[in-house]
């Protein structure tokens, strides 16, 4: 298919948009970059651009037109004269060309004399990777997370004093008894390691045994002077026996590529400078 140049027009409308939309200056203008775009000059002739806009600042219409050319060779003198006469009969209006890969020393200086801005507006590529001094930016961030899961409570069978209870509660020892509720409600009191947790948060502190990384295990836990909790029931606690489990470990590779944030570079060959645009309206 022949290239047309229509999309490397757009590509560059849509760079000449973000940073429009970047500036301060014409935050509240709401500029918009038009495609070709024709304009009538002083000899009633319609002239065609590949983008233009126009602001208002301070009782003054400023009109720009960028001309773009999506070669695979550096552009000549004759466009850029092509360039100047379309654009001698329509006053105030500013004139830029936009290209890929450069101009000819003819064409810069025709250029210049005309006060033409000239860029190159291009994607991305290995030297916008570097700084000024040659030390290579960070492209590319690869991450490995590996998650450990907080282990799951099957069963948690507590061990409670008698002889404690029937001395300091009204709680019948000789029936049934059960402590109902969430894991978030009931807690443990060790006094001798001077911690407090709830059934929740001890799954978090149960690991592995015998060395296995996962599976199903079984622990026992003796208390010297502990108590269990759970709302205003408080007994005493010899020890628990329990059941859990270990999830195996997941890892996830994570990567952050900012190369694929990088939309487009506009380099300025009068200043000797350069602006990358990202996709998140960052300019840098």
């Known amino acids: ?114 006060k033409i801005d000239l860029l190159i507006v291009r994607e991305q590529n290995d030297t916008d990777w570097t700084d000024e001094d040659g030390t290579p930016l960070i492209k590319k961030i690869c991450i490995n997370m590996h998650l450990m899961m907080p282990a799951h409570i099957h069963k948690f069978e507590p061990v409670l004093d008698g002889e404690w209870i029937k001395a300091n509660t009204d709680v019948d020892t000789e029936s049934p008894m059960s402590l109902s509720g969430l894991n978030n409600e009931i807690f443990i009191e060790d006094l001798i390691e001077d911690e407090k947790y709830s059934l929740h948060e001890l799954a978090s502190k149960l690991a592995p045994l015998d060395g296995k990384e996962y599976g199903v295990f079984e622990k026992t836990v003796k208390f010297e002077e502990a108590f269990i909790y759970h709302q205003d029931v408080k007994l005493k606690l010899i020890g628990y026996k329990i059941e859990y ?31 990358s645009i990202f996709r998140d309206g960052i300019i840098k």
């Open 1 to 114: 298919m022949a290239n047309t140049g229509k999309e490397y027009e757009i590509f560059v409308a849509g760079l000449q948009q973000a940073l429009l939309n970047a500036e301060n200056i014409t935050t509240q203008k709401n500029i918009k970059v038009e495609v070709d775009k024709k304009i009538t000059d002083n000899c009633g002739i319609d002239r065609q651009f590949d983008i233009y806009w126009e602001y208002e600042l301070g009782g003054l219409t400023y009109k720009t037109v960028i001309e773009c050319k999506d070669y695979a060779s550096t552009v000549s003198v004759e466009k850029i004269d092509a360039l100047i006469g379309k654009t001698r009969d329509i006053p105030d209006l500013k004139a830029v060309f936009a290209t890929k890969k450069g101009y000819q020393s003819g064409a810069k200086t025709k250029a210049e004399q005309n």
């Open 245 to 275: 489990s270990v999830s195996k470990p997941i890892n996830e590779p994570i990567e952050i590529d900012f190369s694929k944030e990088l939309v487009g570079v506009i380099e300025y060959l009068q200043k000797g400078t350069k602006k």
